[in-house]
Nanobody
């Protein structure tokens, strides 16, 4: 199985930046698609970004973060990153990384989940 641990969350002012990291264990990390999701109090869990596994690193983003967030991965370090720029108060949420066997946008497709890291953006 895959174990995932997020880090890098915190409190930032609107317009600031954060980089989240998701460290994974498991010998087959490079074959998994990796996604980032977020959930604010009272809201449903929303898709944020995904990067494919295997030989290619195809990325996809929610419209709300496109142009501001960048997902990347380092298979040698078994780590996926989410660079978040130009943060807005509406980005405030618990951010979780997840692993899927194929490239997906739906949270239902992801088998393994981290515990989450809090991102708070003040106005």
């Amino acid at each position: 199985q895959v174990q995932l641990v997020e880090s890098g969350g915190g409190l930032v002012q609107a317009g600031g930046s954060l980089r989240l990291s998701c460290a994974a264990s498991g010998r087959t990390f490079s074959t998994y698609a990796m996604g980032w999701f977020r959930q604010a109090p009272g809201n449903e869990r929303d898709f944020v970004a995904v990067i494919s596994g295997g030989d290619r690193s195809i990325t996809g983003y929610a419209d709300s973060v496109k142009g501001r967030f960048t997902i990347s991965r380092d298979n040698a370090k078994k780590t996926v990153y989410l660079q978040m720029n130009t943060l807005k108060p509406e980005d405030t949420a618990v951010y979780r990384c997840a692993a899927a066997r194929s490239y997906r946008f739906s949270s239902e497709a992801y088998e393994y989940w981290g515990q989450g890291t809090q991102v708070t953006v003040s106005s």
